[in-house]
């Protein structure tokens, strides 16, 4: 069975960092392109970033270009956002999601709140 | 890059049937048969309900299907149960230069 954990959620003061992770099982973590989806309070879904397979390519949306990074570890099933100077703006549930390299998101992890104010 | 349209809320009795719009652009929802569609109960995380336009994943009823014309898409679920209340959001993906992928701004789905 496919599972997406992921972890490292918190309270964080405006121009904090905090690292999310996301720990894969179930299924060949290396063969799989992954994303981070966030979604703010009573809002909608919101496209983060995307990770290639073998972590050679990376891709941002332009409201955290240059202050989030997004890497993975294939030896241990393991997907990261680094998320740097942060805004209230970035206040969401952030979700991980499997690509099977086809475009869609075909497996969701359960979500993990970050939460930015003083 | 604006998210894609889709009305805020629909409603069906059970039985019928319902179709949400997803509407885009040629750089995105028009351009690409890479359309999907996620439920979204509650607190709860989405799940794929539709991938590449009108494919249905395993273990999904076949209740819900997909479709595109030109740069909008639509889903439609028959046979309204009760446990299909719930949130459903499309996505593309886009050739915007200021991300990859797009979402809609989700339909809240009421069953009287």
């Known amino acids: 069975e496919v599972q997406l954990v992921e972890s490292g959620g918190g309270l964080v003061q405006p121009g904090g960092s905090l690292r999310l992770s996301c720990a894969a099982s179930?299924?060949?973590?290396?063969?799989?392109?992954m994303h981070w989806v966030r979604q703010a309070p009573g809002k909608g879904l919101v496209w983060v970033s995307r990770?290639?397979?073998?972590?050679?390519?990376?891709s941002y949306a332009d409201s955290v270009k240059g202050r989030f990074t997004i890497s993975r570890d294939n030896a241990k099933n393991t997907l990261h956002l680094q998320m740097n100077s942060l805004r209230a703006e970035d206040t969401a549930v952030y979700y991980c999601?499997?690509?099977?390299?086809?475009?869609?998101?075909?497996?969701w992890g359960q979500g993990t709140l970050v939460t930015v104010s003083s | 890059q604006s998210a894609l349209t889709q009305p805020a809320s629909v409603s069906g009795s059970p039985g019928q049937s319902i179709t949400i719009s997803c509407t885009g652009t040629?750089?995105?929802?028009?351009?690409?048969?890479?359309v999907s569609w996620y439920q979204q109960h509650p607190g709860k995380a989405p799940k794929l309900m539709i991938y590449?336009?009108?494919n249905r994943p395993s273990g999904v009823s076949n209740r819900f299907s997909g479709s595109k014309s030109g740069n909008t898409a639509s889903l439609t679920i028959s046979g309204l149960q009760a446990e299909d209340e719930a949130d459903y959001y499309c996505?593309?993906?886009?050739?915007?230069?200021?991300?990859?992928?797009?979402f809609g701004g989700g339909t809240k789905l009421t069953v009287l």
């Open positions: 590449e336009v009108s």
């Open positions: 040629s750089s995105d929802v028009g351009g690409y048969n890479y």
């Open positions: 179930g299924f060949t973590f290396s063969s799989y392109w």
């Open positions: 999601a499997r690509d099977t390299v086809t475009y869609y998101f075909d497996s």
């Open positions: 990770i290639n397979s073998d972590g050679s390519s990376t």
């Open positions: 996505s593309s993906y886009t050739s915007s230069s200021t991300l990859e992928w797009v």
